[in-house]
């Protein structure tokens, strides 16, 4: 098998899987218990907070632990629209925001919120003085994602959190896909609350955290209990939470050096699909892009057959969200970019680690072109265009 999804979820790393084991068999106390065994599971939460702020320059009072970056989003939003609710009701997000953000944004709406979904431009960018523009009194938060989970594309989130800054409004940013890939500063950058995810860098799933800046009032998102100070009621996930920080401290140590190996894999696969698959459009900024990922758009070829014949050839990929699988609509990002319905639909997103080889991508690109090859020898609309080609030439 030969595994291009890690957008979509990481292998757990062996430090992490190491690092939990004690937690389910020895050190299994209740980390809010008064005797040495609860003792010893709450010294691993607050020594976990340490190591994840210490990873995005924060303090560890400011980090609180979710079960994952939907639950950090989802919090982050509501909360921040509830504290902020004498202030206004007008947010500022995406229209190429993760559906965990957008979802919220709708909810927001039926409560009596108003939300501006900004624009972005052909390569996923957003305009900073189309934020400025969309700005008014009432804004009380802006939400833009760090780099988008579709086509990797990096935004400019330090424009973005000084412009917020400069008008006293909250800023959050969904950092699911940047956090432990790239590297995150909260205070050089001016954000208020991230989310984060640990599956997406080699942790376990169903851990996360949200940083909320001291001094920013949001209320409790999960009531009945006093865990994370009053704010996220529940038994902490320790074992997820020991995997998190392991998974962090390896990402953290070789950030550098994995990073140049995936963008070496990743320009790599770019460069051989443009050279040899024709109709084919890169999609994401070229070089503002995540490290390890690459996205397609393949004309007159079906993005779902792709993603079934290449399974037959032991190659995962994805055609977008993880979150959206199954779904028969074209990806909201690819169509936000401008991208037309037939376009989006013939989509394939690969996203490298720095496991995989030019071995694997070769054979990866062989079988692209033989699939992509054989769907549009079955697409009379693919035959239309070679005949409307062929018409052009003969008139030049």
Known sequence: MIYLDNAATTKTAPQAVEAMLPYFYEQYGNPSAVYSLGSSAKKAV??????????????????YFTSGGTEADN????????????????????KIEHHAVLHTCEYLEKSGYEITYLEVDRDGLVDIEKLRSAIRPDTILISVMFANNEIGTIEPIGEIGALARENGILFHT??????????????????????????KMNG?????????????????????????RNRRAGTENVPGIVGLEAAAVTAMKRMEEKAAKESRLRDYL?????????????????????PGNVNFSFLYAEGESILIMMDMKGICVSSGSACTSGALDPSHVLLALGLKQEEASGSLRLTLSEENSREELDYTVES????????????????EFLKSCGREEKED
């Open 174 to 199: 969904d950092a699911v896909q940047a956090f432990g890939q790239i590297h995150i500063d909260v205070e050089a950058l001016h954000i208020d609350m991230l989310s984060a995810s640990g599956h």
């Open 204 to 228: 376990p799933k169903g851990i996360g955290f949200l940083y909320i800046r001291s001094g920013i009032k949001l209320g409790a998102f999960i009531h009945g209990g006093a865990q994370e």
């Open 46 to 63: 607050n020594q976990a907070k340490r190591t994840l702020a210490g990873a995005i320059g924060a303090k560890p009072e400011e980090i």
């Open 270 to 290: 770019i460069e051989r699909i443009e050279k040899e698959i024709p109709y084919c459009r890169l999609n994401g900024h070229r070089t503002k892009r995540l």
């Open 368 to 383: 692209l072109k033989e699939i992509i090859s054989r769907l549009r020898e079955m697409s009379p609309l693919y035959e």
């Open 75 to 94: 919090w982050a939003l509501k909360a921040a629209a509830g504290a902020c609710a004498g202030k206004g009701r007008h947010i500022i997000t995406t």
